[in-house]
């Protein structure tokens, strides 16, 4: 007959519990280290090799590579790189295949913008992007 | 004159207590609903058409999108699928980490289900309380996998990550933490006589009509139907612990509320064991090529997730892309049932009618 008062026993004694919320945006959410966030890109440790594209499983990464300047070393560097962040999913198959640790997640997640164009982020964007990164990248 | 006439009633897409974009629509006759029509498809985004164009690799973070409320049984049901194809055997640790996130992530969802299954019936201090032991959950398995919903955490071998330093004990010690808390969920609802007013004794179906229908997960369980794969076909290490099917006969909108609270409680049992057998040392991934290929033939895997079983079918060429991927999305056949079990309910039965089912529509509509 009186269940609603055992129930009602219970919400009072959380009263004494602990706060669980944080006051975000004024103080930042602590996340773990392997936390999925925006990439940083380091344009000189890249060697252009494609892998991050190819298992992009939303076609989201675009690069370009050119001949290195210095004529007496082989291979190519970086020209250009984007990500658009319209498609990506922050799934970390790109840092997972890359094989000098260009690309690397951080912590960083907000994304909003006001107009979708501001979504699609270049080299010199992500090689800015340098606050949180994870520290351990490969199991 | 009194002139009575049928009405159409339009439930959804957004109605919150839809759990999604689902959309009902509804004669009623006064408030009786004469007949119910399910409309889906609101949240198709043709995973298994994409697939055949994506490496095995590329399709997992897609199987995280279907039931993004459970998504590390998705998560395995591919890899497990890919692997029986390619005949892996799984490294000891990694098989552990599979169970513990898979268990850890079941609680996760009958957690979520619990708490807005009551918000529907518009009590709205359980779904806090629900929110705030989930989050450890999820904290955990961020800790494990970097996302909180999206995984992305098994790979065909094994798994991407080891188990984070102390991870292990933090859910030693969630175990008894939760299970101090079950109580005070029975507390505060279970024996609430509105609750049981509203639930008990609708939305009844048979044994039979329950196997008819090709319910399955808890859904089949709350009939009498004593069928878990976990138990009956164990796949994984799940042979290895302890625990039990929790069924009821009733079959009714009540049965289905005590069987999950069971299962959270069997889940519980498992992670301890898990955590106890818990290999010390070893690898996580096991050998595979780079590039992972499925031998040319087909195979078709099943296991026990949190709304019913998963089943994968994967036919391959040889090729590193599929020819053709199917899942079975257990909520899309549960969901078939409820234009029987609306008809001739009153409407202030219908959200705890569906609510009961349980369904994710990113797994309806696939």
């Given amino acids: ?139 | 004159m009194i002139r009575t006439e049928e009405m159409l009633l339009n439930v959804g897409p957004q109605h919150p207590s839809t759990h999604g974009v689902f959309r009902l629509v509804l004669k009623i006759d006064g408030e009786i609903i004469v007949e119910a029509k399910p409309v889906i498809g609101y949240l198709h985004r043709g995973t298994e058409k994409l697939a055949e164009n994506l490496q095995y690799t590329q399709i997992i973070p897609y199987t995280d999108r279907m039931d993004y409320v459970s998504a590390m049984t998705n998560n395995y049901v591919l890899v497990h699928a890919v692997e029986t194809m390619m005949g892996v055997q799984i490294p000891e640790r990694a098989e552990y980490l599979r169970v513990l996130a898979m268990e850890l992530n079941r609680v996760a969802s009958h957690l979520l289900w619990w708490g807005t299954f009551i918000l529907d019936f518009g009590a709205t201090s359980p779904l806090l309380y629900a929110f705030r032991d989930r989050e450890m959950i999820l904290n955990l398995l961020n800790e494990l996998s970097g996302a909180r919903l999206t995984f992305n955490y098994m790979r065909v071998g094994g798994v991407k990550w080891d188990a984070p330093e102390g991870w292990i004990e933090k859910v030693a010690e969630f175990v008894p933490y939760l299970r101090e808390q079950l109580k005070g969920y029975h507390q505060l609802v279970s024996g609430n006589e509105i609750f049981l007013n509203r639930t008990k004794n609708i939305g009844i179906y048979t044994k039979e009509e329950a196997i008819q229908y090709s319910l399955s997960g808890p859904n089949l369980r709350s009939a009498g139907v004593k069928w878990d794969l976990r138990k009956d076909e164990p796949y994984s290490i799940y042979d290895r612990f302890d625990f039990n099917i929790v069924t009821r006969d009733e079959g009714d909108v009540l049965a289905r509320y005590h069987v999950r609270m069971g299962e959270i409680v069997e889940s519980l049992k498992i992670i301890e064991q898990a955590v106890q057998q818990f290999p010390k040392q070893g690898e996580i991934m096991a050998k595979v090529p780079k590039i992972i290929k499925a031998p040319k033939g087909e195979a078709f895997v099943r296991i026990e997730g949190s709304r019913g079983e998963i089943g994968c079918y994967i036919s391959s060429d040889g090729k590193k892309e599929p020819y053709r991927l199917k899942f079975r999305r257990p909520s899309f056949y549960n969901l078939q049932i409820l234009p029987k079990l609306l008809e001739g309910e009153s409407i202030s039965n219908l959200i705890a009618i569906l609510g009961a089912v349980d369904i994710v529509l990113g797994e309806v509509d696939g």
């Fill in chain 1, 1 to 139: 007959m009186l269940g609603w008062t055992k129930g009602l026993a219970y919400t009072l004694k959380q009263l004494t519990r602990d706060k669980v919320t944080y006051d975000y945006p004024n103080e930042p959410i602590p996340l773990p280290d392997r936390f999925r966030g925006i990439q940083k890109f380091y344009p000189e440790k890249c060697i252009v090799c494609n892998q991050c594209v190819n298992i992009c499983p939303t076609d989201c990464i675009n690069l370009t590579g050119k001949k290195h300047p210095d004529p007496t070393k082989k291979g190519k560097i970086i020209d250009t790189y984007d990500i658009n962040f319209e498609l990506c999913i922050l799934c970390d198959l790109c840092t997972e295949v890359c094989p000098t640790e260009a690309i690397i997640m951080t912590n960083n997640f907000e994304l909003a913008e006001y107009s979708r164009d501001n979504l699609f982020k270049n080299l010199e964007w992500l090689d800015e992007n340098d606050e949180n990164i994870r520290k351990v990248n490969k199991p």
